[in-house]
C-alpha cells in the first residue's frame, strides 16, 4: 500500500519571507519528523530565525547562500545543510531564479512519539497512560451547570470510556486560588479571599462527587502545589527564557495600585466587546498591558484608570512561533474547527508578550530579582497546575512532573471552554515548548461553547444560573447528566431549559426505554439456534464501533453519544414489539452494547443492573425501568 501526497505550486503559502507548503505532518503518514516544500524568490533572504528543533535543508533547484551565524556558505542543488538547536540562519537567494529546496526538523517529542504509536494517535495500540485535565476552576463559587457541561462532565465521560477500553487513565483537577476574580467575588460576599477559597473549594469538590464525575485526583493548594509551580517557573528563569519588561499595565490614582485581570474592564481591542484584563471571553484574544480601551476599575469606586510603567517579567510567545506553526499545521480537520480558527487569527500577527508576574498583592510572590513585592500571574501557574493535578491522582509518589515526562509515553488531553483557548492553546502550549522535548504536548485539546440559560448567558453576579448540586437534588444525577450530554454546547452555544428538560426526558429517554423494559419482559424468547452467531455478531459490532466512535478523541462528542443511546433504544424496543425471529442472545448482545454506551453516562442505572449480571447472553437480563419525573421536573422520593 502506498499513497502520495502532491505539491500544488499554485497555492505556496508565504511565510518567514519564502514560499512554502508544509507536507509533512500528513495522516497517512506517522514520521518522526517534519517537512516542508520551500521556494526563495530572486533577490529575497528567507526570515532569520532559530528554534529548538534539529533541521537539514536539502537544495533541489538552483543555487542560494546559507547564512548561519554571520558566515555565508554556497548552497547548490544536491546539497545538504544540518542546523543543530537554536542556530541562527538564513537562506539568502542573490540568482535570477527561484531557488527550491526541502525542509525536515524533528526533536524529541516527534521522535519519541513515532516510537510510541502508530499512525492511529488513540487507538488500542496506546500503551501509556491517558492524561486528561479540566482546568481547575477559580474558587470564588461553587460550580453552576454551565460549568458542568462544559469541561467536567466530558472529560468524565471520556475518562470512562478509557477505563471501559481497559487503558489507564489520570483524570485530574482542583482549584485555581490564584485568580484574582477570588479577590472581587469575596469582596461582594463580604469574605476574605482565603475564607472564599476554602468554601469554594468543598463545595466545588462535593458537586464534581455529586455528579459523578470521577477524578484519580483533586489537588490541594497547598506548600506541593506552590513548591510545583515555582519549581516549573524557575529553570526557565535561569534560561533567560522569561525576562525583565517595561509594560504599561492600568493604575488607579485613587488607590494607587495597579489593576490588573479582574480588576480592571474595558473594550476588547479586537472585537470592542466588554472585557475584563487579560482575555476576551467574546472573542478568545488577549489584552495584556495596555491595549484595553477605556480601562475602568470594577470594584468601588469605579473609575476610570490611567496606564503607568512597570517592570513585570514576562515570557516572550512570539519566539515559539515556529514551532506553533508547526504544532497547529496538523491539528486542521481534526480538531474542533474554532479552535484551530482562534489559533490562525492569533498567529497571523506578531504574538504578544504574556505576564508572568503583576504588581498585585494576591497570588504567589514572585521569587524572581527585580520583581520584589509583586506576584505571579495565575495564568501562568496553569502547567505546574495541571502536573501537580495528575501527580495527585498518581498511584505512586514521583515529582511533581513525572507524568508529563517525555520518557513516560503517556498522552494528554484538556478539556476546556472554548474562551480559555489562548492561555491553554498558546501561552501554555509556548511554556511547554520552552522545555525544548522534556515534557509531553497535548495531543487534543477538546473545548466547548457556552451554555446558555433559556437563551441568555449563565451569570453569577446576575443570579441567573442554575447550581450543579441543586439540579441533582432536584432529579436523578443520571437525568442531569443525560441532559447536558444530549445538548452539550460542542461547536456552538446551546441552551439549558426546565421545560425543554423536562420533555426530551420523558419523551424521548424514560417513557421508550420503559417501553423497552416491557417488551423485553413481555416477549416470548425464540431457541437461540434460530439466528445465525454471523448475525448476532454483526449487529452488536456496529453498535459498538459506532459507539467507540463517538468516544475517541478524534470524533469525540457527547451530544452524539447521546443520540447513539436514544436511538438504538427505539431501535430495539422496535424490533422486540414486532413479535417474530429475535432470540435472546441476539438482542441481549444488543443490549450489553447499549449498556456500555449507557455506563458512560448514566452510571447510578447501569450499576444497579450490572450488579446483577451473570454473563450469560441465553438469560434474561435484570433491566429495570427509570423512574418517571413529576409534573414540576422532580421524582419522588428520590436522595442524590
Not at 460550580?143 to 478509557?162: E, F, K, S, T, W
Amino acid at each position: 500500500m502506498h499513497s502520495f501526497k502532491k505539491l500544488n505550486r499554485n497555492e505556496l503559502n508565504f511565510e518567514n519571507n519564502l514560499f512554502a507548503q508544509r507536507l509533512l505532518p500528513w495522516p497517512e503518514l506517522n514520521a518522526p519528523f517534519e517537512g516542508s516544500w520551500c521556494v526563495i524568490k530572486p533577490g529575497a533572504e528567507s526570515t532569520p530565525h532559530l528554534h529548538h528543533e534539529h533541521e537539514i535543508f536539502i537544495a533541489v533547484k538552483g543555487s542560494a547562500f546559507i547564512r548561519c551565524e554571520g558566515e555565508d556558505t554556497i548552497f547548490e542543488t544536491g546539497d545538504i545543510v544540518q542546523f543543530n538547536p537554536h542556530t541562527k540562519h538564513s537562506v539568502i537567494n542573490n540568482s535570477e531564479m527561484d531557488f527550491e529546496m526541502y525542509s525536515v526538523w524533528w526533536d524529541k517529542n516527534m521522535s519519541g512519539n513515532f516510537l510510541r504509536s502508530d499512525s492511529q494517535s488513540d487507538g488500542d495500540s496506546f500503551c501509556g497512560k491517558r492524561l486528561i485535565i479540566a482546568p481547575p476552576p477559580t474558587p470564588n463559587g461553587d460550580l453552576h451547570v454551565g460549568h458542568m457541561a462544559g469541561p467536567y462532565l466530558a472529560g468524565d465521560i471520556h475518562a470512562r470510556y478509557q477505563r471501559l477500553k481497559g487503558r489507564p487513565v489520570n483524570y485530574a483537577t482542583g482549584t485555581d486560588d490564584s485568580q484574582t476574580y477570588v479577590v472581587t467575588s469575596a469582596l461582594k460576599a463580604g469574605l476574605s479571599p482565603q475564607e472564599l477559597c476554602h468554601k469554594s473549594a468543598l463545595e466545588i469538590k462535593r458537586t464534581l462527587e455529586s455528579w459523578g464525575v470521577q477524578l484519580e485526583g483533586y489537588a490541594p493548594f497547598d506548600n506541593g502545589y506552590k513548591q510545583a509551580v515555582l519549581q516549573f517557573l524557575k529553570p526557565l528563569y535561569e534560561k533567560q527564557k522569561i525576562r525583565l519588561k517595561s509594560v504599561k499595565l492600568p493604575w488607579s490614582e485613587l488607590r494607587s495600585e495597579f489593576m490588573v485581570e479582574s480588576y480592571v474592564t474595558g473594550e476588547c481591542p479586537i472585537c470592542l466587546a466588554q472585557s475584563r484584563g487579560g482575555l476576551c471571553e467574546s472573542c478568545g484574544h488577549p489584552n495584556n498591558f495596555d491595549q484595553l480601551k477605556n480601562p475602568m476599575s470594577t470594584m468601588p469606586p469605579y473609575e476610570n484608570l490611567v496606564y503607568r510603567d512597570v517592570e513585570i517579567m514576562v515570557f516572550p510567545v512570539e519566539e515559539y512561533r515556529e514551532p506553533l506553526l508547526n504544532y497547529y499545521a496538523e491539528k486542521k480537520g481534526v480538531w474542533r474547527p474554532h479552535i484551530t480558527q482562534l489559533m490562525d487569527e492569533l498567529l497571523s500577527k506578531e504574538l504578544i508578550d504574556f505576564p508572568v508576574t503583576y504588581p498585585v498583592s494576591w497570588g504567589i510572590p514572585s521569587p524572581f530579582p527585580g520583581t520584589e513585592g509583586q506576584v505571579l500571574n495565575a495564568w501562568v501557574e496553569g502547567m505546574p497546575a495541571s502536573m501537580y493535578c495528575n501527580a495527585c491522582g498518581a498511584s505512586q509518589e514521583q515529582a511533581f512532573d513525572y507524568e508529563w515526562l517525555s520518557t513516560t509515553g503517556n498522552k494528554l488531553a484538556y478539556f476546556l471552554g472554548f474562551d480559555n483557548s489562548y492561555f491553554w492553546g498558546v501561552a501554555h502550549l509556548s511554556l511547554l515548548m520552552a522545555y525544548e522535548g522534556k515534557y509531553i504536548l497535548p495531543d487534543y485539546i477538546v473545548p466547548n461553547e457556552f451554555y446558555e440559560l433559556e437563551n441568555a448567558k449563565f451569570s453569577t453576579s446576575r443570579g441567573h444560573l442554575v447550581w450543579a448540586h441543586d439540579l441533582v437534588k432536584e432529579i436523578p444525577r443520571d437525568y442531569a447528566r443525560f441532559y447536558l450530554c444530549l445538548t452539550s454546547p460542542e461547536t456552538s452555544r446551546s441552551n439549558f431549559s426546565r421545560k425543554a428538560m423536562e420533555q426530551i426526558l420523558t419523551e424521548r429517554l424514560i417513557d421508550p426505554w420503559n417501553a423497552l423494559v416491557n417488551a423485553y419482559k413481555a416477549h416470548i424468547w425464540h431457541p437461540a439456534d434460530l439466528i445465525t452467531r454471523t448475525d448476532v455478531g454483526s449487529a452488536a459490532k456496529t453498535m459498538r464501533d459506532r459507539l467507540y466512535d463517538c468516544c475517541e478523541l478524534k470524533n469525540f462528542s457527547q451530544s452524539r453519544l447521546a443520540d447513539w443511546i436514544l436511538n438504538h433504544i427505539a431501535r430495539l424496543e422496535k424490533v422486540m414489539s414486532a413479535g417474530k425471529g429475535q432470540d435472546l442472545y441476539s438482542i441481549n448482545s444488543q443490549l450489553m452494547v447499549l449498556l456500555e454506551g449507557l455506563s458512560l453516562v448514566m452510571i447510578d442505572l447501569v450499576h444497579d443492573i450490572s450488579e446483577k449480571v451473570n454473563g450469560d447472553n441465553h438469560s434474561l437480563l435484570p433491566l429495570k425501568e427509570m423512574t418517571e419525573l413529576s409534573s414540576q421536573g422532580r421524582t419522588e422520593n428520590y436522595v442524590p
